[in-house]
């Protein structure tokens, strides 16, 4: 393996001012075929993931040019070179982010805090060294894009509340190079996938195992950005715990067993803590190996605004939540993520042994009750983005 | 993000026997364009990892069916869907070896004990979840296809010593679904690319850096397995470190600054030790945040036939090196690895403090020799691989 040649490399980035992603230049081509739409499922019948619409939006980026002309084009297969340094050395970021059909309205779309997707690309991108000038886009200009690209499908909405059109934004890096060097050119491409609520019929919990020899991420890893590497490796803990019984895993860190996300989600506790008082509890990001979640993040807000019990992110040690337990004092616990939103957890394996938990709690209800109703246009907030 | 579909997935793994690679059906679909070979660079001025030879093989598995027919065709862009799963979860892992012309007779091909590489690829498919069925290909029938693609290819091969065909068999997921699953499909392709030495006139050796806040791999992670999403997060370290004038990063790991790896590259020290003994250091590997490394292998297993000092893999701390250097006792360091065979190191900077070391040493130079010797057929040894 060559590493040796990144110095030459870094000064040859430029520091000219090169084309940016422009929506006002972005060039629409439409599918003619209609033949996968008249095949899509039933919206009850959508499976996560496999239903993918029928446009996409590229734009690619080169050292030195800068941005190409963003398009919609017929969602299509990729032409990539074998010697892509995203196929060998993990240069891929992504992000997760949906638009909803307006419950009273269903000509009215809308985005859920994407400024906030956005930033975390970039961010994304940053930890992967893709140069300066990649990461730099204009965020307001790729939203923009990414609206026209909701507008073109929108007949790929489903409509109804826990239904929405799924929008995977990626970054993954073209350059033909077998070193490890920062990348010469990338390609940006948004697919989307109508999906179903998370839960078909009211809330299923979920069952956690933190027993795994495994672990997602390490201070000074990647675990605070959405990059490729942080994910597949995943799987040979979550497959050790569904033979064993258990939907997902708990991952703890270090010797202090600090638990940090649950399965690719953060994971929050609503707990009466040692002062007697109710705190949401959520695992912080200094360490660096936590997402940054957009459902997170706002989750956090929301309560806080409620003023009726603590809001922290601050370390929580599964012997906490244990003890916690034992005591009677742990109220509720439950993930979040863009896919499902909350998901109540009834039972943590921990040293072998199952912390059983009330679920459905009242505050994770509230909690998907208060962002749907967002989400979905019930109400009136800045977090809702009209398309 | 979904990942809770994994049990019904694996619960779906066929068990019946499934088609395997098989040299003996190797299809092969010669290049009729000589445009490439013609403006193929002087071998000279070969960089590495730019120039791609002009065939690759490919063998497509697909869950239930097992693997396709294996072939060999013109080197040529991937179609690969923008939901491919290696595009988004890194799933995604690769090796690196290379084919040697003899020096004394130019006709016979050799490759270095690509079992190695074989058993190590299948190692890392196996830690990123790829299905037991295509983990399980046969070694030795893939490396007799290896062989076929070195043949057919034999002119892009350099002559000379220090000259050779740089080989990349990849593993990527083909699998089109956004959630966390392991892949229904996948595909192997084998790219090579014509390299010349990794010094052009003598040794060139390194600085290093240990003054990093980033960590490579850490215990539960995928540092032992040679897959993407170890190498592309590491070049934020290496680009600051190019910055502050040092040429690679070293990897340490934990409080006690156990030493773990150099860039992409295994490390060696030859000291004297407390007990005034010679001793060749390298890292352990059962913390499984070190790859093992082919080179290492064999540097090891060759430097403990010449029974003149102990040979250890052992934790060693960059205090216990500091401490070495501090009294005279550091002999030599170097890095270790397929691309640049070995790497001698002349200065680690640790908080703060370049220790300086004697580069080239004599343990460093024999060791190339003796590995050049074998990899180049000048001494029969059961290493070296005839095609």
Sequence with gaps: MIVRNIRARCLRWPTVQQRQISSASLKVERSKDNSRFDTMPKKEDLQFGITLSDHMFTAEWNLGTGWEIPRIVPYQDLKISPAASSLHYGLQCFEGMKAYKSLQDPECLRLFRPEKNMARLRSSMERLSMPDDSVNFDPNELTACIKE?????????????????????????????????????????????????YYKKGFDPIRLTADTPFIRAWPGGTGGAKVGGNYGPTMIASNEAAKRGYDQVLWLFGEEKYITEVGAMNIFFFLKNKNGRNELVTAPLERGDILPGVTRGSIIELASTWGEFDVSERNITMFEVQEAAKEGRLIEAFGAGTAAVVSP?????????????????????????????????????????KI
Tied chains: 1, 2.
């Design 149 to 197: 690209l909701v507008r073109v499908d929108s007949r790929w909405i489903p409509y109804g509340e826990g239904y929405s059109l799924y929008i995977r934004p990626t970054v993954i890096a073209t350059h033909k190079f077998l070193g490890v060097a920062p990348p010469t050119s990338l390609l940006l491409y948004i697919i989307t996938c109508p999906v179903g609520p």
């Design 345 to 385: 957890i009834s039972c943590i394996q921990f040293n072998g042994v199952d912390i059983e938990i009330q679920a459905t709690g009242k505050i994770t209800k509230r909690i998907w009750d208060e962002l749907i109703a967002i989400q979905y246009g019930k109400v009136d907030h800045e977090w809702s983005v």
